[in-house]
């Protein structure tokens, strides 16, 4: 069974940065699109970016643009959420997932049902 693992959460200062790392055990991710995606307490689960895995096409949440960077080491098999100038409204659990993703098609935050396997999620504090 493929699973997922996210990393690289903890507390931070708002303003302050975190690099989220997801780890899969599939033997590729080429024809995927990985996604990661929070929820914050008492609130549904929101898209934050994505890409696709074969050609780097990538989207992002209107909140977290330009604070944010998708990546993917193709070597490692990973994929990065670069997050900078943190804000409280940010705290929640990360989640990576992934699903069925073509070359040269777009991949869509907000599109969580093309997304089917799912990490458990690391926790991020923004303090104020």
């Known amino acids: 069974q493929v699973q997922l693992v996210e990393s690289g959460g903890g507390l931070v200062q708002s303003g302050g940065s975190l690099n989220l790392s997801c780890a899969t055990s599939?033997?590729?991710?080429?024809?995927?699109?990985v996604g990661w995606f929070r929820q914050a307490p008492g609130k549904e689960r929101e898209g934050v970016s994505c890409?696709?895995?074969?050609?780097?096409?990538?989207d992002y949440a209107d909140s977290v643009a330009g604070r944010f960077t998708i990546s993917k080491d193709k070597n490692k098999k990973m994929v990065y959420l670069q997050m900078n100038m943190l804000k409280p409204e940010d705290a929640a659990v990360y989640f990576c997932?992934?699903?069925?993703?073509?070359?040269?098609?777009?991949?869509?935050?907000?599109?969580?049902?093309?997304?089917?396997?799912w990490g458990q999620g690391t926790q991020v504090t923004v303090a104020t």
């Open positions: 997932a992934t699903g069925i993703k073509l070359p040269g098609f777009e991949c869509y935050v907000n599109r969580q049902w093309e997304y089917n396997t």
């Open positions: 599939e033997y590729s991710l080429d024809y995927r699109a």
């Open positions: 890409i696709n895995y074969s050609d780097g096409k990538t």
